[in-house]
């Protein structure tokens, strides 16, 4: 997108075109407004016009341009804190709903893909993630049992079927959860356009917001070249927020992710490296994350972004850490590479706000966007449409509020992934 070919690597090879989208030059009338064109902004226009509600959708970009384009494709249950920790951060009545709402949203999202007909390369078959060293085992045990106890389709995996399920002896165990599963990610957000767009919803590209305010007690949203007034303003913006509600991007530290896909592998290579399609990640700090896809390449990535003296640096580790867990690919030849960025909040959870009277969204995914903001997305659909007031929401509303240091953070990040990666950071 936009002449980078490390913006969407892979995914904008392989993904299937997004319907036509034309930048707004009008000044039009809609019930609801939608800024942002991700999971969470499309689910919602999605839902929104399969009710019949009159919805426009506002992309700066492309669809699926941040986050939603450039992530690995897990479609993970939960978020990266422990299940317990939920309740503990936000209460019991918030933090048990939030659980109960992320715990089933894979299965929302293969709902949406079997009934819209979404080709997204689904695979079902769960995913693992994966234990380094006793350390790690602990972890995992712990997360099991936490998720057990709520009745969630988990399982924990010893080293031999660990090694027979991914294809290496790298790791000590395994945790295998059944609701997940990988997906081509910038295909799923294009395929929920194809859906949004046929039930009624009309999306423009290339149309950031510039100012929003209120005229005649409706909202009031501008770009350069148009404007909608609109009942309802749901704001999807999350980590790559600009515009008037910038807020949400500065409430986030930005983690740098990037992934790099090899050439398919040939049939023996790929009846022995993950034959079921599961996708991984890792329990290390700075973690490793990888998966296959249906042409059979290696999807491998890891914090990092491949610019500057990075791209280099990740590269090499990547091709040394790829030899090592996998012995077996021996010399290992990328196709593309890409990299993005994580909004990552001060307690890894997502959070709710209300940046006026109808001017609500969800953000703060934390690396967990495709269910979560396939989920907050309908939730946004039916609490415009009355079906779920704000007392039933998964979260309270809280104000934006920047964390300290956010800058220096994020140049740490960087930085401290390149020299771990220089390294040779190892299990």
């Not at 997004?18 to 969470?40: C, K, N, Q």
């Not at 933090?95 to 893909?113: N, Q, S």
């Not at 991914?166 to 959860?177: F, P, V």
Request: charged share 25%; proline share 6%; aromatic share 8%.
């Amino acid at each position: 997108m936009l002449n980078d070919p490390r913006s969407h690597g892979l995914w904008e090879k392989t993904a299937p075109l997004p319907p036509p989208a034309p930048r707004l030059a009008e000044y039009v009338s809609a019930d609801v407004v939608i800024v942002g064109g991700g999971y969470t902004g499309l689910s919602a226009a999605l839902h929104l016009a399969e009710a019949g509600v009159d919805v426009r959708l506002l992309e700066a970009a492309e669809i699926g341009f941040g986050g939603a384009g450039r992530n690995v494709g897990l479609i993970n249950a939960g978020m990266w804190v422990m299940p317990d920790d939920f309740p503990k951060e936000l209460g019991p009545v918030y933090g048990e709903k939030l659980l109960d709402l992320l715990g089933g949203a894979p299965y929302l999202v293969r709902e949406l893909i079997e009934k819209h007909g979404i080709a997204c390369e689904l695979e079902k078959n769960g995913t693992l993630h994966c234990a380094v060293g006793p350390a790690g085992m602990k972890e995992l045990e712990e997360r099991a049992r936490q998720w057990q106890k709520r009745g969630a389709p988990v399982t924990l995996l010893d080293s031999v079927e660990t090694e027979r399920r991914i294809g290496t002896r790298a790791y000590a165990g395994s945790l295998l959860d059944m609701r997940a599963g990988t997906l081509q990610p910038l295909a799923y957000a294009r395929g929920l356009a194809h859906a949004a767009v046929k039930a009624g919803a009309k999306l423009h590209t290339g149309s950031a917001v510039i100012s929003a305010g209120e005229a005649s007690g409706r909202k009031v949203v501008t770009t350069a070249e148009g404007e909608v007034s609109a009942d309802w303003v749901i704001v999807a913006t999350d980590a790559y927020s600009t515009g008037p509600w910038e807020t949400v991007r500065r409430e986030q530290v930005h983690l740098p992710y990037f992934n790099l896909a090899t050439v398919p592998l040939g049939d023996n290579l790929r009846r022995s490296i993950l034959p079921n399609r599961e996708g991984c990640w890792d329990t290390k700090e700075i973690l490793s994350s990888f998966r296959m896809d249906q042409a059979g390449r290696l999807v491998f990535g890891s914090v990092g972004a491949l610019r500057g003296t990075g791209t280099a640096i990740h590269k090499a580790w990547a091709r040394r850490s790829l030899r090592r867990i996998f012995p077996q690919l021996g010399e290992v030849e990328f196709e593309a590479e890409w990299y993005g960025k994580i909004g990552m909040t001060d307690n890894a959870l997502p959070r709710f706000h209300k940046f006026g009277k109808n001017v609500i969204g969800f953000s703060g995914y934390n690396g967990r966007g495709i269910a979560p903001g396939t989920a907050f997305g309908r939730l946004l659909a039916r609490h415009v449409l009355g079906e779920v007031p704000e007392t039933d929401l998964p979260l309270p509303p809280t104000e934006p509020k920047e964390p300290g240091l956010r800058a220096l953070k994020e140049a740490y990040y960087e930085a401290g992934a390149q020299i771990a990666h220089f390294a040779g950071e190892r299990f």
